[in-house]
Each structure stands twice: as structure tokens, then as C-alpha cells.
């Protein structure tokens, strides 16, 4: 089990920057550490389905992006400070949603692009892009 929590969203104009947190704690009774985990992206924006951004595997080592960001968008994580990142460059008005983070437990390496394989998700943050 682990929880997440989101930070970093915001308001800006197009072009600018931004840079999404997502900490991750567990309860003392769990064996599992954030290391653990495959880690996910998605956003959801007014009146449309939940889509994939990209993700990590447990390592750090193999990261997949969603076509729509790839160029833009940088995924990583820090196992020491248990946190996931989403640095996004070159923002522009499409990208507004509210953005999630998702949790797995495995080791495997495969891309999880689908929200319904994740086990645990964070309260989202919103992110909007002003043209």
C-alpha cells in the first residue's frame, strides 16, 4: 500500500514551465517502499476520459511517454526521497487538466499506459495553460 500526494500545479501562460511533485508515503504496517512501485502520469481534463503522460519503471530506468508530450514532457523519480516528478517544457493550452499521479506494484518493465492496471492514485492537481 502507498499513498500519494500531488503538488506543483498551477496557472500559466503558454510556453512557460512547470514542474509536478508526487510524494509517496506508506503506512508503517506495509512491506512495500516506493521502489517498489511502477510509476504513472495522467491527466484529465473538462468532459474527457483520463489519458495516459508517461511512466517509470521500479529502477528509473525505462520511462514511456504519451505521444502528445514526448519532446516536452520529462518523467523521474527519486527513491531516496520517494517522490516522483513531471517537469513540463513548452506548455501550451491542450495540456490543462488535472494531473495524477498512479501507483503499481511490480518489477516489470513493460509500459502500464492503461489507468485500470493501477492500484493507487493520488488526489490530483490542476494545471491550466492560458494561451
Known amino acids: 500500500q502507498v499513498q500519494l500526494v500531488e503538488s506543483g500545479g498551477g496557472l500559466v501562460q503558454a510556453g512557460a514551465s512547470l514542474r509536478l511533485s508526487c510524494a509517496a508515503s506508506?503506512?508503517?504496517?506495509?512491506?512495500?517502499?516506493?521502489?517498489?512501485?511502477?510509476m504513472g502520469w495522467f491527466r484529465q481534463a473538462p468532459g474527457k476520459e483520463r489519458v495516459f503522460v508517461g511512466g517509470i519503471n521500479f529502477s528509473g530506468t525505462k520511462i514511456t511517454y504519451a505521444d502528445s508530450v514526448k519532446g516536452r514532457f520529462t518523467v523521474s523519480r527519486d527513491n531516496i526521497q520517494n517522490t516522483l516528478y513531471l517537469q513540463m517544457d513548452s506548455l501550451n493550452p491542450d495540456d490543462t487538466a488535472v494531473y495524477s499521479c498512479?501507483?503499481?506494484?511490480?518489477?516489470?518493465?513493460?509500459?502500464?499506459?492503461?489507468?485500470?492496471?493501477?492500484?493507487?492514485w493520488g488526489q490530483g492537481t490542476q494545471v491550466t495553460v492560458s494561451s
Open positions: 498512479a501507483a503499481i506494484h511490480t518489477y516489470e518493465d513493460n509500459p502500464r499506459m492503461g489507468w485500470k492496471d493501477y492500484q493507487y
Open positions: 506508506r503506512p508503517t504496517f506495509s512491506s512495500y517502499y516506493f521502489a517498489d512501485y511502477y
